[in-house]
């Protein structure tokens, strides 16, 4: 390869022009048609004439490249110091984007936090809802529980008994003799609930003594719920005079001049009510915190259960004379 193509870069000679002769620096051109240097000389920039680009240089067309000059700064992972941000950014986008996903994440856990909280809160209140249960014994939660079986194991055999009385009253010889004694255990069951027949078995005997406040009414029939959420099966009521009353569903109480006026009969103090069940659950039933017994002491009376063996429940209640009911056929 000559100079020539050297020079040019492209490999390729530049076209020739006019050659100038070579002669000591500084001395005239000797042709005779040579230009004058000084009406060259304005023509020459006071300054360094810029080199031609290669494009230009090689004639051959191509839009000249601007000078490629490389930024070590940046190559080296530190900011430029004539860099300017972005419109609407950031110089440093990446803590922008970390604030914003710090602020989202804050919301969603105090978001989380405060869900949390509600959540605490109502079960806290689900929990003291029944402050009765809540401040029982342990002892006395546990002989509850063990009356609710108690409960439910009378129950079930009850309903054992019904479905023998079922199957026997379906069975062909025995059948009429079955449904005779059924329906004669029935009405004796019926009698006893109904007051009408009188009834004996283990059970209570509750005594109300007063203190500085006369018992009230309102005392007396929580007595009586209690007992009969228990399990009791028949009860009466006596006063101090001895009279006595039978206490069934229709029962009512009412408070006239401190005494007690049962089913319009008028009772004094103390009272004693006799009742028949299973004296252990009636008895825990009369116990239980803020049951019958508490409230006769927070009114400065007494209230005192005794179990017996066997009670009797002697008063019967007239039956009622039936007006517009009439048993089916």
Request: net charge negative; charged share 25%; glycine share 12%.
């Amino acid at each position: 390869m000559s100079d020539e193509q050297t020079e040019t870069g492209t490999g390729w000679p530049q076209p020739p022009g006019p050659a100038r002769p070579a002669g000591p620096a500084g001395e005239p051109d000797p042709r005779p048609d040579a230009p004058d240097p000084d009406e060259l000389s304005p023509l020459v920039p006071d300054g360094p004439v810029d080199e031609p680009d290669r494009g230009e240089r090689s004639g051959s067309g191509v839009e000249p490249v601007e000078d490629a000059t490389v930024d070590l700064s940046r190559a080296s992972g530190e900011p430029a110091a004539d860099s300017e941000p972005a419109a609407g950014g950031s110089a440093a986008g990446g803590p922008v984007v970390a604030r914003s996903r710090f602020s989202t994440a804050g919301v969603m856990i105090a978001a989380l936090l405060a869900l949390l909280g509600f959540t605490l809160v109502v079960q806290l209140k689900t929990t003291s809802a029944d402050p009765t249960l809540g401040a029982t014994r342990q002892e006395d939660l546990v002989r509850i529980l063990s009356d609710l079986d108690a409960r439910e194991n009378r129950l079930r055999q009850d309903i054992a008994a019904l479905e023998e009385s079922q199957r026997q009253l379906r069975s062909g010889e025995q059948g009429r003799q079955a449904a005779l004694d059924e329906a004669t255990r029935r009405a004796d069951e019926l009698g006893i609930l109904a007051g009408t027949l009188p009834a004996t078995g283990p059970g209570l005997t509750v005594k109300f003594t007063a203190g500085a406040k006369p018992i009230s009414a309102s005392r007396v029939l929580d007595a009586v719920q209690e007992l009969r959420g228990a399990g009791a099966e028949a009860m009466q009521i006596s006063g101090g005079d001895r009279a006595t009353v039978r206490i069934i569903a229709s029962t009512f109480f009412l408070e006239e001049n401190g005494s007690l006026v049962v089913d319009g009969r008028r009772l004094t103090g103390p009272y004693t009510i006799t009742v028949i069940g299973d004296p252990a659950t009636m008895r825990t039933a009369l116990n239980i915190p803020g049951g019958v017994v508490a409230s006769v002491q927070g009114d400065g009376g007494n209230v005192l259960p005794e179990e017996r063996e066997v009670v009797e429940v002697s008063a019967l209640h007239a039956p009622i004379k039936l007006e517009h009911a009439r048993p089916v056929s």
